[in-house]
Structure formats: structure tokens, C-alpha cells
């Protein structure tokens, strides 16, 4: 649907791109948050995954982008970059 409606979608990460996956029962999304300009690696910032209810982080290899698809801003557009993760520890609802 994001490539219909005018967004590029390919298999190449990018700051601020949005990591997406049919794998499992639903697929998945999360936020590419860097790209390592020297080794490829890239690192994307989800939640649920592999935890319920924890935001997490994961690395990826260059190679492992050919099994994903990264949506991008529409062209034309302004590209997005999130902001830096806080450095304040989780918390549980109560505390």
C-alpha cells in the first residue's frame, strides 16, 4: 500500500526509513535510527519485538537488508530523522 500511495519502498535502510516484515503471524514495523556508513550495519528501534510492551533495539547486517523492505518518504518530500533515544531507563506503570 506505501509504494501505491506514492512512498519509495526498496531494500535499502536509511535513517528515518521505516523497517517492515510479513514475517510471523502479523509482520512487523519499527524506525531505522542508523546506518553505518563504512560497514553497512544498521540498527532499527522497535517495540514488541522480542519483548511485549519493551522498546528495544537491533543490528542488522548489510546483507540482511535484501529480506526486508525500508519505506521511505514520499519523493519530493521533507525526509524525517527521529529524534536521539532518551537515556531515561524504562519504567513500569506505578513506580
Known amino acids: 500500500y506505501a509504494k501505491r500511495d506514492g512512498y519509495v519502498v526498496n531494500n535499502t535502510p536509511a535513517v528515518g ?7 510471523g503471524e502479523y509482520g512487523h514495523v519499527a524506525y531505522v535510527i542508523s546506518v553505518n556508513d563504512i560497514t553497512g550495519e544498521w540498527k532499527i528501534s522497535e ?3 522480542p519483548t511485549i510492551n519493551v522498546v528495544s533495539t537491533r543490528t542488522f547486517s548489510k546483507e540482511a537488508a535484501e529480506n526486508y523492505n ?3 518518504s514520499k519523493i519530493g518530500d521533507d525526509v ?3 529524534n536521539p533515544l532518551s537515556p531515561i531507563p524504562p519504567y513500569s506503570i506505578g513506580q
Not at 17 to 23: C, E, I, L, S, W
Open 70 to 72: 525500508f519505506i521511505h
Open 17 to 23: 526509513a521505516v523497517f517492515q516484515t510479513d514475517v
Open 47 to 49: 517495540m514488541n519485538a
Open 80 to 82: 524525517w530523522v527521529p
